[in-house]
T-cell receptor
Framework: DAGITQSPRHKVTETGTPVTLRCHQTENHRYMYWYRQDPGHGLRLIHYSYGVKDTDKGEVSDGYSVSRSKTEDFLLTLESATSSQTSVYFC????????????FGPGTRLLVL | EDQVTQSPEALRLQEGESSSLNCSYTVSGLRGLFWYRQDPGKGPEFLFTLYSAGEEKEKERLKATLTKKESFLHITAPKPEDSATYLC?????????????FGKGTMLLVSP
């Protein structure tokens, strides 16, 4: 499982509240990613990180921010949650000579009421 | 824009009935094509990476092949435990940090 944990695994929150999801890895991977998965859309990249304090936007970054102050932790924050952000969120790391292969965590199921 | 289309959306097989899943892609320079398996309520599990047309990879009852426009995941004599959603993804040569573009997946159900 590439040593990836996500917390919380399930969360129910209300519209307008801030939410932070945590991804923790134990194998010193440099690259980390946040995806969301929705029916009919597949996996879509939200943000990614290529090192401590180095992050960039993905395909669906609006309404999300990220932070990476330590190699092992990559945080995803919904500043003010909306119902459209109800989804399953996956964290991933990459390995390989060119960091080409991604391995995923178990996911966080988020429901915004 | 990179695109990945998987077909069929869903496939139902009897145990032992071989078949193939398709992944068609459009990308400006392919760095790699990836297959994942995803069980309900879990994260995607890496299966294969293919890098160039003509390449093939095998794992148990699964065999992945690649052409310049598509990839196939062949399932030989499937068992019920092969039931899962299979995801295809591409990585473009212009992708600076290994970002992937995913298809929507094929849901496979194998009945005993």
């Amino acid at each position: 499982d590439a040593g990836i944990t996500q917390s919380p695994r399930h969360k129910v929150t209300e519209t307008g509240t801030p939410v932070t999801l945590r991804c923790h890895q134990t194998e010193n991977h440099r690259y980390m990613y946040w995806y969301r998965q929705d029916p009919g859309h597949g996996l879509r990249l939200i943000h990614y990180s290529y090192g401590v304090k180095d992050t960039d936007k993905g395909e669906v970054s609006d309404g999300y921010s990220v932070s990476r102050s330590k190699t092992e932790d990559f945080l995803l924050t919904l500043e003010s949650a909306t119902s459209s952000q109800t989804s399953v969120y996956f964290c991933a790391i990459s390995e390989g000579r060119e960091q080409e292969t991604q391995y995923f965590g178990p996911g966080t199921r988020l429901l915004v009421l | 824009e990179d695109q990945v289309t998987q077909s069929p959306e869903a496939l139902r097989l009897q145990e032992g009935e071989s078949s193939s899943l398709n992944c068609s892609y459009t990308v400006s320079g392919l760095r790699g094509l990836f297959w994942y398996r995803q069980d309900p309520g879990k994260g995607p599990e890496f299966l294969f990476t293919l890098y160039s047309a003509g390449e093939e990879k095998e794992k148990e009852r699964l065999k992945a092949t690649l052409t310049k426009k598509e990839s196939f995941l062949h399932i030989t004599a499937p068992k019920p435990e092969d039931s899962a959603t299979y995801l295809c993804a591409v990585q473009a040569a212009h992708s600076g940090y290994s970002t992937l573009t995913f298809g929507k997946g094929t849901m496979l159900l194998v009945s005993p």
